[in-house]
């Protein structure tokens, strides 16, 4: 029977091989324009940052290692691995697949030197076992960036097995239970000097697993200490106990690891760093709607009579088609918080009255905590979100107007950029712009910032895009320090081409933003992203570096030929702002709904390997990932919700909605022949659903709909059946707290609920 450890050595034995691999697969092809970084295209034009530019240094190594010169084979590793930490390997050999995998360099590097020989290792430990112990003792108690550093560039020393085993006992206490296991095994695999801690290791890789969920693994591990270290002692809770006997004890317990939050508690985009959290919440559709917070006016363009016509029909065009409702709200502790991207707001939930330590406009009822002078109010075509953590609000304002209808004199010349707030009192604590990202001589022009920031431990991370370069956009992580918005790193993930939606242009032909918000999901220590650009990719939430990274194929609408600029693009060019999917993580599995992709796609979390994909059209042209539920995979588009059992859908032959083994239910929503489907005055779908554990509420341009989930019956409906909307109700993005149902239009937040509670 193969262990955990000898399957992981077969398969860096691979990966180890793909040193070669990546000199032998490299194509020809030219680098695009302005690309001095040297991104490399792959057959589907999506360029990642792959060993093209390193073949000299890489055979270089690889000659020195047969020559036994170990110090210079060393010195030549050590020296990509500082300054290309970002590089990634292509790990599939046919260069056919539709489906590309990339794995870090980084880690085929650190896995190569493992394999050399004893005289090799002392060699490499001579030369860097000094330094990296250094590092280490700098490093203060934790430090898990500093040790991570010394973790991944210095692995083969005995600094390097230390750190390992700091970042496991880290990682177990945050609660990353398959991050703390994986540390251990990659310890035990491949570090030459773990021998002496192979008892403490295989009891941290066995526990680790149990809780992670991967019961399989933690077993084989409980049976390697228990059959080969059986009299072995640990010290454990303070008392040196047998660790055989007291790992069985452990595993056997029923381990409460947590209890489940509170619906009141939604602090960001998809209720936690997963996206993907469904709200335990048992609140149903009110009929009473208890308060309505109005948006600030906007500014509207000084425009001559004769265009002042123009302007109006062209807002209300815009309006209908649904490109204002891009307001999403966040909610904790019985306050509300929201954005419109020049003003940022703040509410009691209970009664619309503003906490008394709050700054803002004297007001008695809800206030603006923080307004952006240079931003325009609720830009056409864009997400606004805001993320809450104990202590701040951040958000990622000044954001352009999608449909310029602004431009350009309401519409000031300023870059996204997000801003941090104390919570306690609505001060600026600190601002990050695009100009606080160091360039280090690098081929970024202009940065634009996008998504729902993510906040990891001490750390926030958010998107940038760059698409300045004529006919191609790029996409970055980017990490900085959540007490004073200090830099920390940004990392590249992949570029393409643009299609002719993705960019718009002002009047004097200068790019104003890219179009197309993506955002971050967390799981265990890693960041994942779903870039909307033909990649999606996983980075250590420590230093950056890519673990994995994964391309797809990208519609013709996206990664086509025919691409050109606009300065107002029409409205059935751009996407409707609520329908910017976050990638769910669910149950270690990555699901994702690119709006560059025909299908929507399923990876393995820690690996990024398909697990599965979904034709989009057999989700009934789904453009909303609403939420994933063990097997249940819910979606939306304009007309309909859907929800199919995932694990049993195959794409060679499923044979539509009448797949009922498949298909679990389906509820339509509006005329399927209207003409626009965006307009609020029909009975599509308008505004990003909410998914709770029975049910799934549906925003529409006639009422708001409860689906029960195990039916997908409608069971309630607001106004009340053959009513619509009342005065200054209108359909939005939705949340559903404990005992409120909040709905963000492009006119205000509608609050409903009991008042009695």
């Not at 009822?365 to 609720?378: C, G, N, P, R, V």
């Not at 104990?390 to 801003?419: K, N, R, Y």
């Not at 393995?604 to 097997?631: C, F, H, N, P």
Request: aromatic share 8%; hydrophobic share 40%.
């Amino acid at each position: 029977m193969q262990t955990p450890g000898s399957t992981w050595r077969c398969v860096w034995v691979r990966l180890a091989g793909a040193l070669t691999l990546a000199l032998s697969t490299i194509t020809s092809a030219q680098n695009p324009p302005q690309a001095a970084d040297q991104t490399r295209p792959d057959h589907q034009n999506i360029f990642v940052r792959d060993t093209g530019p390193l073949q000299e240094k890489l055979a270089l190594a690889a000659r020195l290692e047969q020559q036994q010169d170990w110090i210079k084979a060393a010195e030549i590793l050590d020296e990509i691995e500082k300054n290309y930490p970002d590089r990634v390997v292509l790990t599939t050999a046919d260069n056919q697949e539709p489906i590309r995998h990339y794995t870090s360099l980084t880690a085929i590097i650190t896995r190569r030197i493992s394999l050399w020989p004893a005289e090799g290792l002392a060699a490499y430990r001579a030369g860097y076992e000094v330094r990296a112990q250094a590092l280490l003792q700098q490093a203060q108690a934790g430090d898990d960036s500093a040790w991570q550093q010394v973790y991944t560039r210095y692995f083969n020393t005995s600094a390097g097995l230390d750190a390992g085993i700091k970042l496991s006992d880290a990682s177990f206490r945050q609660g990353h239970f398959l991050a703390a296991g994986e540390i251990c095994q990659q310890l035990l695999d491949w570090h030459q000097l773990a021998k002496e801690q192979q008892p403490a290791l295989l009891f941290r890789a066995a526990l680790s697993y149990q809780l992670g969920g991967r019961t399989q693994q933690g077993q084989s591990y409980f049976s390697e200490l228990k059959q080969h270290f059986a009299d072995a002692r640990l010290v454990i809770g303070g008392q040196e106990q047998l660790a055989a006997a007291a790992l069985e004890q452990a595993m056997q317990q029923h381990l409460v690891v947590g209890s489940k939050p509170s619906p009141d508690h939604w602090p960001t985009l998809g209720g936690d760093a997963s996206r993907g959290r469904i709200s335990t919440t048992h609140q149903y559709l009110s009929a009473q709607r208890l308060f309505r917070v109005a948006l600030a006016p906007r500014a509207i363009p000084n425009l001559p009579p004769n265009r002042q016509m123009e302007f109006t029909q062209q807002h209300d065009y815009v309006r209908k088609a649904g490109l204002f409702l891009g307001i999403i709200p966040v909610t904790d502790r019985g306050e509300l918080y929201f954005q419109d991207g020049r003003n940022l707001y703040a509410a009691m939930l209970k009664n619309n009255t503003v906490a008394p330590n709050w700054a803002g406009n004297g007001s008695s009822k809800s206030t603006i905590l923080y307004t952006d002078q240079q931003a325009t109010a609720l830009p056409a075509a864009q997400q606004l979100t805001v993320t809450l953590t104990d202590h701040e609000v951040l958000a990622i304002m000044g954001l352009p107007d999608g449909q310029g209808i602004f431009a350009p004199s309401a519409t000031p010349s300023i870059a996204p950029h997000l801003v941090c707030l104390d919570r306690a009192s609505g001060a600026l604590k600190w601002s990050f712009t695009p100009d606080d990202v160091p360039r280090d001589g690098s081929a970024i022009k202009q940065l634009f910032f996008s998504g729902s920031p993510l906040v990891m431990g001490k750390t926030v991370y958010f998107i940038a895009r760059d698409g300045r370069r004529a006919q191609f956009e790029d996409a970055y992580v980017i990490a900085v320090n959540l007490a004073d918005g200090s830099y920390q790193w940004s990392t590249y993930i992949a570029g393409a081409m643009d299609g002719s939606i993705d960019v718009w242009d002002d009047p004097q032909g200068n790019i104003i933003a890219p179009q197309g918000t993506s955002h971050l999901a967390g799981w265990e220590n890693r960041v994942l992203i779903m870039t909307n650009l033909g990649a999606i990719a996983a980075v250590d939430n420590q230093d950056g570096h890519i673990v994995w990274l994964s391309t797809y194929p990208r519609n013709h609408a996206a990664g086509g030929a025919s691409w050109q600029r606009s300065t107002s693009p029409s409205v059935n060019q751009l996407q409707r702002p609520w329908t910017y999917n976050p990638a769910i993580i669910n149950q270690n599995q990555l699901f994702a709904l690119p709006s560059d992709s025909d299908d929507l796609l399923i990876y393995a979390a820690d690996s990024g390997q398909l697990i599965k994909s979904i034709k989009r059209r057999d989700l009934g042209m789904a453009d909303t990932l609403i939420g994933v539920d063990e097997q249940k995979l819910i979606t939306a588009s304009a007309d309909r919700v859907s929800c199919i059992d995932w694990e049993k859908y195959d794409r060679r032959t499923f044979s539509g909605d009448d797949d009922y083994d498949v298909v679990q239910w389906i509820s339509s929503f509006g005329n399927a022949q209207a003409a626009d489907p965006g307009r609020n005055e029909n009975g599509h779908i308008c505004g990003r659903s909410f998914l709770t554990h029975d049910s799934v509420f549906v925003p529409t341009g006639v009422g708001l709909y409860r689906i029960d989930l195990s039916s997908g019956m409608k069971v309630q409906q607001y106004p009340a059946y053959g009513q619509s909307w009342g005065k200054n109700e209108a359909p939005g993005n939705i949340i559903v707290t404990a005992d409120r149902v909040i709905v963000t239009s492009d006119e205000g937040v509608s609050v409903y609920g009991d008042q009695s509670k």
